[in-house]
């Protein structure tokens, strides 16, 4: 495979096989050698591009963060339709005394891993920006994957229900997701805090983009949802279609990385 | 992706019902009627839930009109879906197409499904209009084999007798085994588009599970020691199971020997000493009859759209003939069982009377298989002629 193009990817699930492989036959039979490379975390695909290692890496929002503070042509080429406009919620139990974010100040503030820029990063930074101290206590799942286990959040959120923290931080969707299997019974939870718009991942390159990269970045904004050969693998990768990268929606992550410091990179 | 003015009338009102309560089927209900949307709810956290859902969908969505106005996601799951065909009888294909693979007769199948690639999926090798009627009936008549039969009768026979019917079970147990595991091989090969076909080769295996459940009771009603199973009964069987074709493995199996081996059952049914034994062939020779009945119908179709199918089936029967010639056939042991089980005695006017019997038996049973070849469409003489050189062994 020497001469393809190299993609970075982590795996945080080991659906990540089958999704890349999907990827590498897609890209194979339209004449681009593709292969891919997997970490166990964001940090070290950082370090593995900024090496030369990787052409192309499927970062996290906070890695883009990263790695866009180290290189200023950094560019994002594409991302998911579902990584646009993401919000997340703070919850609380509706038969609770906490009615309001100032009602917060000082409680325990369940959030998923340290480095989760939906369940804890944007939603602290928040929080610290309205002037509401809290101690925020952390469902570390699966660290350097930021945030990309679900299972952080849930565990947030089953805190909550068990009464050891008073609120819970999760990503929008996960609020119905949750609800849907049954972990708390509708109206259960009340929001009180609902975030401003976030981006999530994206691809990113650096530096001009190779003829190899520019028909990376084609051949993926091609992919058809309606293509029934195609669609599995977008069905996994969680997106109807690939859309052009963009960086405006990662100013609330910046925000809180200069508050609180890169969780991975202290 | 903007989200366009709404037409009048495509409007949701959710009331207070929320989107992990049911709201999205409502949603999606409109916007499978109509490409824009408008949205109205108080659920506390529809604000935060619809965005989200929508997103997760591919739609469009922005704040309007005191709720939220949709527009239908471009992309289409089911823009190139198939229908399987139709649910009817009469929506059967010629070929099932692998891509359809364990969907419904008439199920609107998406594209991209994985393929079942299933031999039998040709209409003419397989099909009887005959297949759901035979159905219905074997479905009604299940019978169960604990109250069906009065297994606590009274009666011992004489201890050769009894041997004698513990012999004969032992031997159609043996051939009920071939007769439930040589269609069974072609069900698993079966498309499922053929619905009706694959739930009358299901029951069927039922049958027969049932026959040897109580063809083995009978037998070890006074004693678990049962009979002889010989070389070449089995060679017999055995030579079932290297048939690849399905018509001629349902031809030589169902047609041939269940169409003799329902006249055995018969045969026990009337001249057997006991009224358990009168029972369970009774019982077991109304199902046989429905397994012949599905054999000549799929292979009185199936030679009437390919006639060259006869010089097939003729040449199996003799290729199988040549193949058992050097066995015995029927072995002795279940002949003379048969006679001594028809005379219920040693006397020698009751041993005359079996035998007589027996032979009308076997005589029968090529007289039948005649009728049934000629059904297929062979000649007369022809018929007498194969059915002349079928297996000794009966099956």
Redesign the interface.
């Known amino acids: 495979m020497s001469g393809a193009l190299v993609l970075g990817a982590v795996a945080y699930d080991a659906k990540v096989v089958p999704i890349w492989d999907g990827f590498r036959a897609y890209f194979a039979a339209r004449d681009l050698a593709f292969d891919y490379v997997l970490y166990t975390n964001y940090e070290r695909q950082v370090d593995a591009q900024l090496r030369g290692e990787v052409d192309v890496a499927w970062n996290s929002p906070l890695a883009w963060i990263d790695v866009a503070a180290r290189r200023r042509d950094a560019q994002a080429i594409a991302m998911r339709?579902?990584d646009?406009?993401?919000?997340s919620?703070v919850l609380v139990r509706d038969s609770g005394p906490i009615r309001a974010l100032g009602d917060l100040r000082g409680k325990r503030v369940g959030v998923g891993a340290a480095d989760s820029p939906q369940a804890t990063l944007i939603p602290l930074v928040e929080l610290a920006e309205a002037g509401i101290d809290v101690q925020p206590v952390r469902h570390d799942v699966l660290l350097g994957k930021h945030g990309d286990h679900i299972g952080g959040e849930r565990d947030a959120v089953k805190a909550l229900l068990a009464g050891d923290v008073d609120a819970a931080c999760v990503?929008?969707?996960n609020?119905?997701a949750f609800?849907?299997e049954g972990l708390f019974a509708?109206?259960a939870l009340?929001?009180i805090h609902?975030t401003g718009r976030y981006d999530h991942c994206n691809m990113t390159v650096l530096g001009e983009l190779s003829p190899q990269l520019a028909r990376f970045r084609e051949l993926l904004l091609a992919m058809?949802?309606?293509d029934?050969?195609v669609?599995?693998l977008l069905d996994l990768e969680?997106l109807?279609?690939w859309l052009p990268g963009r960086t405006t929606g990662y100013a609330l992550l910046a925000r809180a990385v200069e508050r609180f410091g890169h969780p991975g990179r202290r | 992706m903007t989200v366009e003015r709404t037409p009048p009338g495509a409007v949701v009102e959710l009331g207070d019902l929320g989107m992990a309560e049911g709201a999205h089927l409502l949603i999606a209900r409109a916007l499978a009627a109509a490409p824009h949307v408008l949205v109205r709810g108080n659920a506390p956290t529809l604000a935060i839930d619809l965005p989200a859902w929508c997103r997760a969908h591919g739609h469009a969505i922005e704040p309007a009109g005191g709720g939220f106005a949709i527009a239908r996601s471009p992309h289409d799951r089911w823009r190139d879906a198939e229908r399987a065909g139709d649910a009817s009888p009469a929506g059967v294909v010629e070929v099932a197409p692998a891509r359809w693979g364990l969907a419904a007769r008439g199920a609107l199948v998406e594209a991209g499904a994985p393929t079942l690639d299933l031999a039998l999926a040709d209409r003419r090798a397989i099909w009887a209009d005959e297949a759901a009627r035979l159905y219905a009936q074997a479905a009604a008549a299940q019978w169960d084999p604990q109250t069906a039969i009065a297994w606590d009768a009274a009666g011992e026979l004489p201890a050769a007798v009894e041997a004698a019917v513990v012999q004969v079970m032992t031997y159609l147990i043996e051939n009920e085994t071939a007769a439930l595991l040589v269609p069974v091989r072609f069900l698993g090969r079966l498309h499922p588009h053929f619905r009706e076909v694959m739930q009358l080769l299901a029951i069927q295996a039922a049958d027969e599970a049932r026959h040897i459940e109580v063809f083995t009771r009978r037998a070890r009603r006074r004693g678990d020691a049962l009979g002889v199973s010989t070389a070449g009964g089995q060679a017999s069987l055995a030579s079932l199971f290297d048939e690849p074709e399905f018509a001629i493995a349902s031809f030589l199996l169902s047609v041939l020997g269940e169409g003799s081996f329902l006249l055995l059952l018969q045969f026990l049914r009337d001249h057997a000493p006991d009224l358990v034994t009168r029972d369970v062939a009774r019982l077991a020779a109304q199902d046989e009859a429905r397994h012949v009945a599905f054999g000549l119908a799929h292979l009185a179709r199936h030679t009437r759209e390919e006639p060259g199918l006869r010089d097939r089936l003729a040449a199996s029967i003799e290729r199988r003939h040549a193949a058992l010639a050097h066995t015995s056939g029927l072995n002795a042991e279940v002949f003379d069982a048969l006679i001594l089980l028809a005379a219920g005695s040693w006397d020698p006017a009751a041993l005359r009377a079996g035998h007589a019997a027996v032979t009308t038996l076997v005589r029968a049973m090529h007289e039948a298989r005649a009728q049934h070849l000629v059904r297929l469409g062979f000649a007369p003489a022809r018929a007498d002629a194969l059915s002349a050189l079928h297996t000794r062994n009966f099956m």
């Open positions: 339709d579902t646009r406009d993401l919000t919620v990503i929008d969707g609020h119905v609800a849907r509708p109206n009340r929001a609902h058809s949802y309606d029934p050969a669609r599995p969680g109807k279609a």
